[in-house]
């Protein structure tokens, strides 16, 4: 219940989508930021699929339509993590013809890093207890796949009038960050399996892109 107006709170809306919206979209303009022979298709058709999955993942949560919310979600987080994986596979298979500059090495290795943490955040905030609606139900976040800080402290009494701590996108953002430069998980120790397997996967393909891409250009350079 809300202490000001004395109503009663909608458990699905307190966690923001909007971080979320915007990595959506960053995932689509790094996409642009590629040269053409790391792209597949028009250079369009990539981002305005996004653009076109996103507008009904609005506004199916604004009309509080939330499974079918949590679907074109998953929709979205596998398209971007799609265009992600062939962009990457193309920059692998490019590298033997050495028909790439420097230049456009560099830019195409700091896109698809940058790409890796946007993707996998979303991937833990989708996923991490039940999702962003799934978090939404709860007093707080007293389990999960990730052993956040904050979930080590003790709980404020309910009279103290402090909201109990919950993780929102840019915790996760911090974590998919921290993954991709040590390789490893800093401040959030990971307690879930399928939450291991995933920053193996995210710290594989930055591992990729520094060592295998990023440092070669840097030698031709």
Known sequence: MDEKTGQLRDPWDPEPRWPAFIAVLAVGGLYLALPPYLTFGPRWVFPVSVVVLLIPTFVSHRAGKHHLNRVLGFMVTGLVTAGMIVSLSLLI????AHKESPTELLLSAV???????LVFALWYWRLDAGGP???DLREGHPDGAF????MTMPVAPADTGQPAWSP?????????FNTSTAFSPTDAPVLERWGKVLMMLQSLISLTVIALLAARAVNIL
Request: charged share 10%.
């Open 147 to 150: 052993l956040f800080p904050q």
């Open 168 to 176: 929102n996108f840019l915790d996760y953002l911090f974590l998919a």
């Open 111 to 117: 896109a698809l890093w940058f790409t890796n943490i």
């Open 133 to 135: 609606h799934g978090r």
């Open 93 to 96: 298979r490019a590298l033997p």
